[in-house]
């Protein structure tokens, strides 16, 4: 099977009930098979065929889903591009993926021209469950960003879980404003639209001028979002959060770690808790806090059916139908990230009795300070829940005599007191974990998805 077996549960059989919601206009399942169709055709008379790669740089639009499952059907290789990437970070890609065409939104009404001129049939290509659906580049927190390759069953694995753990149906109306170009929003979301039939409505980026405007027009029941976005959710007028939350079946987050806080004052202003998973480029989605059950603040629940996990020294491993193919081109950096047929997340974890799990942060983020394991994100947790901290992240300065030392970088509120900070840290933390220094910042860099780039911070 690959994954237009999976689509055609919405593409053939709904086909004429409306899919998705843009720019102001409905668009059936129907047309969306017929355009992505035209499409297709368009590429192939290009010279494009089965194997070869095509880069998207383009914002959330109806075109990039059209390019998105051409290239599905043809066994193109997809290779979205974060549309914050500049030359450089363009060219990284490019040299590497080495793409037959770069599309951008200057190139679209010239493909749009050649693609009305083409059959409305779908182009048949023998494809198997192996067969790569996309290359995705990791956001590249260190060093350059590798592509990881993402076959059609990696894609279904994923779907099939995510609508069954979480209940996604046909009934299901889902607002999507993250960005296309990340796994969050082209593996879970367009996937799960897809697979399940629901009716979507799309944005071209999360907007908070906008948002609530948003939620009360399309009344959603599914929603997906980063931490980010939740905090800024979080000024939401108490009545509108209410009407929003009264009409929502589930609010999801991932890509970075969700605070405590914010759960638990989003629980208290829309009466719904959100359900934190984690997940990787590489792996997709591994574990998430149950539907049905307690979602436990801090954690990130259970392994997802078939997804086997493991920690050892601290490190969280991953095994399943979910697991990349390997990074694209680079035999050595696969062969690092496998052990014995495992792969190594780089996240630290830890498991409770009860099975839930707790990610501690980034492998190459623990501070070993004098022989003692740091781990940052228990530090950034208790300066988070401080008056005067906006935002914390917490990393380690080298020092001539413990060997690193942890410093917390602050993004300022008003009540902002580095005194207070520490003697707060000193009641509460081990002598050895507290930040030797509390530095105002004005903001913590991050990538276009909200995950930490520590590696930005001055040191």
Request: aromatic fraction near 10%; charge should be negative; proline fraction near 6%.
């Amino acid at each position: 099977m690959n994954l237009l077996h999976l689509f055609d549960l919405s593409l053939t059989r709904r086909h004429d009930e409306v899919a998705l919601e843009w720019g102001g206009a409905e668009f059936t399942f129907g047309e969306i098979e017929r355009r992505s169709n035209r499409v297709a055709h368009a590429l192939r008379a290009r010279g494009l065929a089965r194997g070869d790669r095509l880069c998207g740089y383009l914002a959330n639009r109806i075109e990039l889903i059209d390019l998105y499952l051409a290239c599905v059907k043809l066994g193109v290789i997809y290779v979205p591009v974060n549309i914050l990437y500049r030359e450089r970070e363009m060219a990284h890609i490019i040299g590497d993926a080495e793409p037959r065409f770069v599309i951008t939104e200057a190139e679209l009404p010239e493909l749009a021209a050649e693609a009305g001129r083409a059959s409305d049939e779908r182009p048949v290509e023998d494809l198997d469950g192996d067969s790569p659906a996309a290359i995705i580049y990791t956001s590249g927190t260190t060093g350059a960003s590798k592509g990881a390759v993402l076959t059609h069953n990696n894609f279904a694995a994923n779907a099939a879980n995510l609508l069954m753990m979480w209940q996604i149906t046909e009934r299901d109306r889902f607002l999507l404003a993250l960005p296309l170009f990340h796994i969050h929003a082209l593996g879970n979301g367009l996937h799960c639209w897809l697979a399940s039939g629901c009716r979507m409505r799309l944005l071209e980026r999360f907007d908070h001028r906008t948002a609530i405007d948003q939620f009360r027009d399309f009344r959603p029941t599914l929603f997906f979002g980063v931490p980010t976005v939740y905090v800024r959710l979080l000024d939401t007028p108490p009545e509108a959060a209410r009407e929003i939350g009264g009409r929502m079946r589930l609010f999801v987050s991932g890509s970075a770690p969700l605070p405590v806080q914010v759960l638990e004052r989003f629980r208290d202003l829309f009466n719904h808790t959100i359900l934190e998973r984690y997940g990787m480029t590489e792996t997709f989605m591994t574990m998430s806090n149950p539907y049905a059950g307690e979602r436990r603040a801090g954690t990130v629940g259970f392994p997802l059916p078939g997804i086997s996990v493991r920690i050892d020294d601290g490190e969280l491993f991953v095994r399943g139908p979910n697991v990349f193919a390997g990074y694209w081109r680079r035999p050595d950096a696969t062969a690092a990230a496998f052990v014995d047929g495992w792969f190594r997340t780089g996240d630290l974890a830890t498991r409770s009795a009860d099975g839930y799990y707790t990610l501690l942060g980034r492998k190459s983020d623990l501070i070993i300070s004098g022989g003692f394991n740091i781990y940052p994100r228990e530090i950034e947790e208790l300066l988070l829940e401080q008056p005067g901290v906006a935002e914390a992240a917490v990393v380690g300065i080298a020092d001539d005599v413990r060997g690193e030392v942890p410093v917390a970088f602050i993004v300022p509120l008003d009540g902002f007191d580095p005194d207070t900070l520490e003697r707060c840290c000193r009641e509460q933390l081990a002598s050895f974990k507290v930040p030797r220094r509390f530095v105002p910042v004005e903001s913590i860099p991050r990538t276009a998805l909200g995950k930490v780039q520590k590696h930005l911070l001055p040191r």
